[in-house]
Protein backbone atom coordinates (compact mmCIF):
# COMPACT_ATOMS: atom_id res chain seq x y z
CA UNK A 1 0.00 0.00 0.00
CA UNK A 2 1.53 3.19 -0.92
CA UNK A 3 1.43 5.90 1.94
CA UNK A 4 2.80 9.57 2.00
CA UNK A 5 2.58 10.02 6.09
CA UNK A 6 3.38 13.43 7.16
CA UNK A 7 4.29 14.37 11.12
CA UNK A 8 5.89 17.23 12.83
CA UNK A 9 2.82 19.72 12.76
CA UNK A 10 1.45 21.44 15.91
CA UNK A 11 0.67 24.76 17.30
CA UNK A 12 3.79 27.12 17.49
CA UNK A 13 4.03 31.19 18.60
CA UNK A 14 4.91 33.55 15.72
CA UNK A 15 8.67 33.76 14.89
CA UNK A 16 8.92 29.72 16.20
CA UNK A 17 10.06 26.87 13.89
CA UNK A 18 8.49 23.85 12.91
CA UNK A 19 9.95 20.48 11.29
CA UNK A 20 7.78 18.50 9.05
CA UNK A 21 8.71 14.81 7.64
CA UNK A 22 7.22 13.17 4.92
CA UNK A 23 7.52 9.15 5.27
CA UNK A 24 7.10 7.68 1.59
CA UNK A 25 6.16 4.17 1.44
CA UNK A 26 4.79 1.20 -0.49
CA UNK A 27 6.88 1.61 -3.88
CA UNK A 28 9.76 2.89 -5.30
CA UNK A 29 9.81 6.68 -5.05
CA UNK A 30 13.25 7.12 -5.94
CA UNK A 31 12.69 8.95 -8.99
CA UNK A 32 9.82 11.08 -7.60
CA UNK A 33 10.03 14.51 -6.98
CA UNK A 34 8.71 15.26 -3.49
CA UNK A 35 7.09 18.42 -2.04
CA UNK A 36 4.41 20.44 -0.14
CA UNK A 37 1.45 22.42 -0.63
CA UNK A 38 -0.58 24.08 2.17
CA UNK A 39 -3.95 24.82 2.75
CA UNK A 40 -5.92 27.42 4.94
CA UNK A 41 -10.02 27.12 5.74
CA UNK A 42 -11.57 28.25 2.74
CA UNK A 43 -8.73 28.71 0.61
CA UNK A 44 -7.37 26.48 -2.56
CA UNK A 45 -4.45 24.19 -1.97
CA UNK A 46 -1.19 26.38 -2.43
CA UNK A 47 2.13 24.76 -3.40
CA UNK A 48 4.92 25.70 -0.68
CA UNK A 49 8.18 23.96 -1.80
CA UNK A 50 9.19 20.68 -3.74
CA UNK A 51 12.88 18.69 -4.23
CA UNK A 52 13.93 16.86 -7.18
CA UNK A 53 14.46 13.25 -7.49
CA UNK A 54 18.43 13.76 -6.90
CA UNK A 55 17.62 15.81 -3.93
CA UNK A 56 19.79 18.54 -5.39
CA UNK A 57 17.43 21.06 -7.06
CA UNK A 58 14.52 22.82 -4.91
CA UNK A 59 11.91 24.78 -5.62
CA UNK A 60 9.99 27.36 -3.56
CA UNK A 61 6.62 29.53 -3.32
CA UNK A 62 7.02 33.22 -3.30
CA UNK A 63 5.81 33.84 0.36
CA UNK A 64 8.71 31.45 1.50
CA UNK A 65 11.01 33.88 1.31
CA UNK A 66 14.11 32.01 2.62
CA UNK A 67 12.27 31.23 6.02
CA UNK A 68 11.47 27.49 4.60
CA UNK A 69 14.22 24.97 3.85
CA UNK A 70 13.31 21.34 1.83
CA UNK A 71 15.64 18.72 2.07
CA UNK A 72 15.82 14.73 0.97
CA UNK A 73 17.23 12.00 2.92
CA UNK A 74 19.53 9.51 1.54
CA UNK A 75 16.88 6.66 0.62
CA UNK A 76 15.09 9.66 -0.78
CA UNK A 77 11.95 8.37 0.60
CA UNK A 78 11.74 11.10 3.64
CA UNK A 79 11.27 14.48 2.63
CA UNK A 80 11.74 17.28 5.56
CA UNK A 81 10.63 20.84 5.29
CA UNK A 82 12.04 23.48 8.13
CA UNK A 83 10.55 26.39 8.98
CA UNK A 84 11.75 28.84 10.54
CA UNK A 85 10.29 32.45 11.49
CA UNK A 86 6.61 31.02 10.86
CA UNK A 87 3.71 34.01 11.17
CA UNK A 88 0.34 33.55 11.88
CA UNK A 89 -0.60 33.60 8.39
CA UNK A 90 1.04 30.01 7.67
CA UNK A 91 -1.57 28.76 9.43
CA UNK A 92 -3.08 25.53 7.39
CA UNK A 93 -2.83 22.02 6.66
CA UNK A 94 0.31 20.84 5.59
CA UNK A 95 0.16 18.05 2.31
CA UNK A 96 3.12 16.20 1.30
CA UNK A 97 2.62 15.62 -2.60
CA UNK A 98 4.56 12.78 -5.06
CA UNK A 99 5.22 13.76 -8.38
CA UNK A 100 5.70 10.90 -10.83
CA UNK A 101 6.23 13.17 -13.79
CA UNK A 102 5.67 10.21 -16.21
CA UNK A 103 7.41 7.76 -13.81
CA UNK A 104 4.06 6.82 -12.04
CA UNK A 105 1.11 8.32 -10.42
CA UNK A 106 0.93 11.43 -8.03
CA UNK A 107 0.42 10.77 -4.20
CA UNK A 108 -0.50 12.77 -1.64
CA UNK A 109 -0.73 12.05 1.90
CA UNK A 110 -3.44 13.05 4.56
CA UNK A 111 -2.64 16.49 5.76
CA UNK A 112 -0.20 17.66 8.87
CA UNK A 113 -1.63 20.90 10.82
CA UNK A 114 0.15 23.81 11.63
CA UNK A 115 -1.17 26.68 13.51
CA UNK A 116 0.76 29.94 14.15
CA UNK A 117 -0.44 31.92 16.86
CA UNK A 118 0.48 35.89 17.00
Known amino acids: QVQLVESGGGLVQAGGTLRLSCAAS????????IGWFRQAPGKARDFVAA????????DYADFVAGRFTISRGNTRNTVWLQMNTLKPEDTAVYYC???????????WGQGTQVTVSS
Open 26 to 33: GRDFSRYS
Open 51 to 58: INWGGNRA
Open 97 to 107: HANGRGVGPNY
